[in-house]
Every structure is written in structure tokens, then in C-alpha cells.
């Protein structure tokens, strides 16, 4: 027994004293009563596990110390002190001191400086009486990450969903290894569970080092995963890494937002790359940045910007050159004016229209009547309806916007860009049907708070195609409840397809003016089959979406969704909680906004019994998980260290 050959003597002493204590009045002991027992294995394992009461006051650590000595299979597992104090989650001073008193009570053996059960039988009694069936699965997923952790090097292969949260569910009975914690980095950044529990005890630092090895060598899912976490942690990634990994045009929103914050002048070259794109909230951000970064110093880029026949940087120039025209002095601006220098002189004509006066416009007619290039013609033109605005000059812009020529009407709308008192809807309205995008986009500009009115009767009357979002930004912009109700309204009720560019961003700054008062009209949406499900028109069930046209139940549905998860309380969250499961992704994502906002740690239990339910389709329950994992976690411990 126990590895011993032969009788191992105190074995001998424990089975006479069990024959003494069960023998009957008469002295009598039989066979019958050794077999009921459990036979001499069983006989010497309840000798040994009475033998707990000596213990006294360390009787508990005494039983933590055993259930971690056997595996979730109910065999010994020999371990180091260090071991024993981790998985038992106990100090190692009164494991050492306890692990003595269990060795001189024939527990616990010491072999070669690592301890074990004594006995076989032993281990199994104590995996069957002392730990407890959530004791026993704990173990299970513990034995599972150490084992997936050996392995990780030479395989490279992770955890499931299933299993990471399988782990996350036992986490209070399992302290890490930094290797075992490394491994559930990995598998939280390949989206398979939280995070934030383990890694709260430790530095950013290390951390950090983490994460950028894992970035320098990971698949693009994972790098973007690995760039977010390193934002957590307070890091500035390089927006070039950042540009390579969010390079899908779905996440042209959040690459956005990067561009904006860690844009430095390194990044100059990569920014006019990016301008040339065709994702619209890149080529905005991008172009925000050039225009913060250069100044006029920067002639090679200057230059460059200039000679670009790419229409995103003849813009991001005209912009560029705009801000220079604000701090430059005047008498600098108007010798430029006839450099032989191209691109001094297309800066100059442009940045002429901030500051300069009557004078100045006059000067600028003239080179009209003068040999100019398109280029130069145009940014004439647009300096022209800038000083005219300003100098309030109806004339030249009552002429520019009649004139036959189309290049001068088209320059002159494309340079308002403000509030006017010489113009109005009414007035620009007037050339939407030969100019309906740039009209449009002039209306937003120019547009104020007393314009919403006939702007929403401008958007009751025309095709809601490509050239109204301009229209449906200008509401927005100005926004009030109200205006959440009239928009909802407009397109439910729309008896043709609505064909807005971009719809993300549309629905996007439309759900930023819904409110809880609107959820009685979101509800009809949300609350029809068809919200869920893809129906083909012939057969939709009932409830139905109250849809004019059946075209536009994608639309509907995002922008439902959207301003549901950003007006959504606690009280809604059964709703949120199904929607983390919808098919779109710009769904769940709303309702990961209801639960970045009001998510707590009550909310684990279910959503992760929901995501252990189905963990193939499971992603906006993890993600639910990882956030709400993170409000808990993220003030604890190494968040507040370096």
C-alpha cells in the first residue's frame, strides 16, 4: 500500500482498532463486518481522515490543504509548498506549519520536498467527503488551464469560450501562475472571456510587455484586441499599428477616434495616406489632424498637398491653409498672392478670405478675368464667396450662385461653410435639383437653430437618397426630442427605399437625440419578430414593424437598435441582454453601451449561464462579460500602479 512492500505497520494498528471498535457485546468480530467497512482501504482511509480532529483550530486549513492535494479524478497530485498555498488559497506560513502536523498524523507524506496524499484510497475518500461538487468543477478547469498552459509553447493552442468561462465561473478558487494568467490574456484577446479579475494584481508594466509581444505576433483580431488593452493600460500604440489593424471599413468609427487622439507630427505621411481614402469618417479625422499638425514650416508637405489632384487632399488643403490664414499677417498673405511659387500662391489666395478686406476681393475678381488653372480658379472662387460672406456683399454672390458656368455655382456652394445673414434655406434650396449633394451639405453648414423647420419640411418632400443626409445632420445637429420623433417618424412611414451613404454614421448621430421618453416608439420596432429574424416581405409574422416599405427594415432595425442601447436603463436589460446575441453587429454593440452604462456585477451569473449555454454564438455575452468583468476589477490593485 502507498508504495510500500509488504505490511506497513501502522496500517496493521489502524485495522485493530477499528476491529476493536466495531467488535459486538460478546468480543465477537466477523467477516461480514469487515466487507460492510469497506475492507481494509477504507477501514484505514476514515482511520486517517478522523484523524483530522487533532488539528483542533486548524482543522479547516487542514481540509484546504488536503483538497488541494488531490486532482478533480479524485487521485493524489503532488505538489510544492508554493503550490499547496496558491491553489488552497491560504499563506504559506500556516500551510507549512499545518502540512507538519498532517505528516505526523500520516495524512500527508513528504516526498523529495513535494507533498501527497498518503495513501491512494485516501485521496479518494477526500475527493468524495471533503470537496464539494463546485469544489470538484473548480479543480477540473483549474487542472485544464495548467495543463492548456504546459502545453501552449509547442502548440500554440489556447482556450475555447467554453472553457475560458468555465474558468472565469471558478475564479474565486483559482490563484494564476503569471504563465497561466499570460494564457488567459491570450484567449481574452481572441474574444473568448474577462480579463481584469487576474490581471488587477499585477504593474502595467508588465502588462504592457505582455501585450506588445502579443501584438508583434498575433493574427488582426487579436492585435486590435491587444491595441485596446494597451489603451487601457495608458499606452500610446503607433498609428501606424493602429491604421494596419483597424483597416476594415466597419471600424472606420473607432480608427477615427485614434487618429484624432495619437496623431503626432511622425505621422504626417501616414495622414496623407489615410486622407486619400475612401472611408468618410477617416478622411475627416485625418484631415483634422493635418490641419492641426502643419504649420508653415512644413513647405515639402505643403507642396505636396498643393500639386494633389486627390479631391480629399485639395479640401484638407484648402483647410490647412485657411488655419494658416488665421495667424499669418496679412501683408504676408497678399505678396503670396502673386508668388511664382504655385503652391504659396493657392495657400495665399486661400488663406487671403480670412482676414482681408474689400480690397482683397476686388484683387481676387481681377485674377478671375485673368488666365488661371482650375486649380487656381477654384480656390479663387471659393475665397470670393468667403469675403463676400463676410463683407456681406450680396451681389457677387447672388451672381456666382446664377452664374451659367456650373464650375463657379459648384465652388461657390462648396465654400459656405458657416452661418450667413445673405443666405437662406429657402434661397439655396432653390438650386437642390441641379446640386442636391453640395446644397445639402451648405444647408448643414450654414444652417442655425431657426432653420429646422423648413428643413424638416424640405425632408418631407424629397427622396431620401445619398444627397439628404446632409439634410438629416443638420437636424441633428441642433437636435432636440422632438427631432428624434419627426426623423423616426419619416422613415418608418417613407413609402420608397432609403439610400443614405454611409448608414452608420447616420444612425449614429440620429440615436444620440433619443430619450427615454421615446421608448414607447423604439419599442414598436424592437418589439416585432422581424427585429429578430429575417422574413422575406410575403412572409412576415405579427406583430409586424409599422414599415412603409419593407426595403428599409435594415435601416430601421439599426437605428431602433441604436438608440434602444443608448437609452436603455436596468429595467430594459432583458431586452439588452437578447440583443447582445442579434445577428448585427452594430446591435450588440448598442446594447454593450447599455452595459458599459449600467451593467453590474449581478449581471455576471446570467450572462455567463447564457454564454456557457451557447459559446459558438456567444461574442456580445463575452464582451458584456469583459466589460462588466473590468468596472468591477479596474479601480483594484495594479490599475493604480505603474
Known amino acids: 500500500m502507498s508504495g510500500h512492500n509488504g505490511i506497513y505497520p501502522p496500517f496493521i494498528q489502524m485495522l485493530i482498532a477499528r476491529i476493536f471498535e466495531d467488535k459486538d457485546k460478546n468480543g465477537s468480530y466477523r467477516s461480514n463486518q469487515y466487507y460492510s467497512a469497506g475492507r481494509i482501504s477504507r477501514i484505514i482511509a476514515d482511520f486517517l481522515i478522523n484523524q483530522l480532529k487533532y488539528l483542533g483550530e486548524k482543522i479547516d486549513i487542514g481540509k484546504a490543504i488536503l483538497i488541494s492535494l488531490v486532482s478533480s479524478y479524485g487521485t493524489k497530485a503532488q505538489k510544492s509548498l508554493e503550490e499547496v498555498s496558491r491553489e488552497s488559497l491560504l499563506p504559506t506560513v500556516a500551510v507549512k506549519n499545518t502540512l507538519s502536523s498532517l505528516t505526523d498524523l500520516r495524512l500527508v507524506r513528504n516526498v523529495n ?349 424629397v427622396p431620401l437618397g445619398p444627397s439628404t443626409r446632409e439634410l438629416v445632420y443638420a437636424i441633428c445637429r441642433f437636435g432636440s426630442p422632438d427631432e428624434f420623433t419627426f426623423l423616426f417618424k419619416l422613415f418608418l412611414d417613407y413609402r420608397e427605399e432609403i439610400s443614405f451613404w454611409n448608414a452608420f454614421a447616420v444612425v449614429n448621430r440620429i440615436s444620440h437625440m433619443a430619450t427615454p421618453a421615446h421608448l414607447p416608439l423604439i419599442e414598436k420596432v424592437v418589439g416585432a419578430k422581424e427585429f429578430w429574424n429575417y422574413y422575406k416581405d410575403g412572409n412576415r409574422p405579427s406583430p409586424r414593424m409599422p414599415l412603409g416599405d419593407y426595403s428599409n427594415v435594415y435601416f430601421i432595425k439599426r437605428l431602433a437598435g441604436t438608440a434602444f442601447g443608448r437609452i436603455a436603463t436596468r429595467e430594459q436589460f432583458p431586452i439588452i441582454f437578447k440583443m447582445l446575441q442579434h445577428e448585427y453587429w452594430i446591435i450588440r454593440h448598442a446594447a454593450l453601451e447599455a452595459i458599459r452604462n449600467h451593467g453590474n456585477e449581478d449581471d455576471l451569473g446570467e450572462l455567463l449561464e447564457m454564454a456557457l449555454d451557447r459559446p459558438s454564438a456567444s461574442g456580445g455575452l463575452v464582451e458584456a462579460l469583459s466589460i462588466i468583468d473590468d468596472k468591477i476589477n479596474a479601480g483594484a490593485g495594479r490599475i493604480a500602479g505603474s
Not at 253 to 279: H, V
Request: with cysteine; net charge positive; charged share 25%.
Open 113 to 461: 520536498g513535494a507533498f501527497e496524499i498518503a495513501h491512494d484510497f485516501l485521496a479518494k475518500i477526500i475527493s468524495s467527503e471533503l470537496v464539494s461538487s463546485e469544489e470538484r468543477e473548480g479543480k477540473k478547469f483549474k487542472e485544464l488551464l495548467s495543463s492548456r498552459t504546459a502545453a501552449f509553447p509547442a502548440t500554440k493552442s489556447g482556450l475555447t469560450v467554453a472553457e475560458h468561462l468555465h474558468i472565469y465561473k471558478f475564479r474565486s478558487k483559482i490563484l494564476c501562475t503569471d504563465d497561466e494568467v499570460k494564457l488567459l490574456l491570450v484567449s481574452n484577446l481572441s474574444g473568448n472571456g474577462p480579463i481584469t479579475y487576474w490581471t488587477k494584481r499585477y504593474p502595467r508594466s508588465k502588462l504592457r510587455g505582455w501585450a506588445r509581444h502579443l501584438l508583434s505576433e498575433s493574427s488582426r483580431e487579436m492585435a486590435q484586441a491587444a491595441c485596446r488593452f494597451l489603451i487601457k493600460l495608458g499606452e500610446k500604440p503607433k498609428l501606424s499599428v493602429l491604421a494596419e489593424s483597424f483597416s476594415d471599413y466597419k471600424e472606420q468609427n473607432e480608427l477615427s477616434l485614434y487618429i484624432s487622439d495619437f496623431a503626432t507630427r511622425d505621422d504626417i505621411e501616414l495622414l496623407i495616406a489615410l486622407n486619400k481614402k475612401r472611408a468618410e469618417e477617416i478622411v475627416n479625422s485625418s484631415a483634422t489632424a493635418l490641419v492641426k499638425l502643419l504649420g508653415v514650416s512644413d513647405e515639402a508637405v505643403l507642396e505636396r498637398l498643393a500639386k494633389s489632384n486627390s479631391e480629399n487632399l485639395m479640401v484638407t488643403c484648402e483647410r490647412v491653409a485657411l488655419k494658416l490664414g488665421d495667424s499669418a499677417e496679412l501683408r504676408t498673405v497678399r505678396e503670396g498672392l502673386s508668388s511664382r511659387v504655385f503652391w504659396q500662391r493657392l495657400m495665399s489666395i486661400y488663406a487671403v478670405s480670412v482676414n482681408g478686406d474689400r480690397s482683397d476681393l476686388a484683387e481676387l475678381q481681377g485674377l478671375l478675368q485673368g488666365k488661371l488653372s482650375q486649380k487656381l480658379r477654384r480656390a479663387v472662387l471659393r475665397s470670393i464667396t468667403r469675403l463676400a460672406t463676410r463683407l456681406q456683399d450680396d451681389g457677387i454672390l447672388e451672381s456666382n450662385l446664377c452664374a451659367t458656368d456650373k464650375f463657379i455655382v459648384e465652388n461657390t456652394i462648396s465654400a459656405i461653410d458657416g452661418p450667413s445673414q445673405l443666405l437662406s434655406v429657402d434661397r439655396l434650396f432653390s438650386l437642390y435639383e441641379t446640386y442636391p449633394f453640395l446644397v445639402s451639405r451648405a444647408i448643414c453648414n450654414m444652417s442655425q437653430l431657426s432653420d429646422v423647420p423648413k428643413i424638416k419640411e424640405i425632408l418631407s418632400k
